[in-house]
């Protein structure tokens, strides 16, 4: 029986280090995003913002790279929500998997504003997410709306259009 939990243990471990590992790629992503997408004129702030909702490792990871990052000179900033209710004046929102089944009602809410929402669930761009991530041959990818994007008022660069994958 100890054999067992050994076993579980090691292999616990060894799954924690993945986890970390794509919290990191996905939050590299998020920044990415960000540099690449024509955003409308800056209001009064000098930040922009990045909230996660529903994954602290992203949200973690994120705020590493904003010690020392900025976007389109602006400070980068990141804030953790626990439900789209908590979303306020966010440039982009990363729905985690966890939250996806709240994307309509998160659509609803900004649909009038200039936001990047990308979901962590194949598939969400069909629903209204203008990035969703997913993995290819082993690889994290994502699938990209240009279109989804240019409703909320934003313009994508060419760049990010030939790296994305387009929804079928």
């Keep these: ?12 471990l060894l ?3 993945a986890n970390a590992q ?3 790629f996905k939050a590299l992503f998020l920044f990415n995003f960000g540099q690449n997408i024509g955003w409308p004129e800056k209001n009064n702030s000098n930040d922009f913002i990045i909230t996660i909702i529903g994954d602290s490792d992203i949200a973690d990871a994120l705020g590493e790279l904003a ?10 900033v990141v804030r953790e929500a626990n439900s789209i209710n908590e979303v306020e004046n966010s440039h982009i929102v990363f729905l985690s998997d966890r939250q996806s089944d709240s994307l309509s009602q ?3 809410l900004k649909r009038d504003k200039p936001v990047l929402i990308v979901g962590d669930r194949q598939g969400l761009c069909r629903k209204g997410a203008g990035i969703t991530f997913l993995m290819m041959d082993g690889n994290l990818t994502f699938e990209i709306c240009a279109e989804t994007i240019e409703e909320y ?5 060419r ?5 994305g994958v387009d929804p079928q």
Excluded: F
């Design 153 to 157: 008022g934003l313009v994508c660069s």
């Design 159 to 163: 760049r990010l259009l030939t790296l």
């Design 15 to 17: 799954g924690l280090p």
């Design 22 to 24: 794509m919290a990191k």
């Design 67 to 76: 010690t020392s990052r900025t976007i389109g000179g602006n400070n980068l």
């Design 106 to 108: 998160l659509v609803s």
């Design 1 to 12: 029986m100890q054999k067992i939990y050994l076993l579980l243990g090691i292999l616990l």
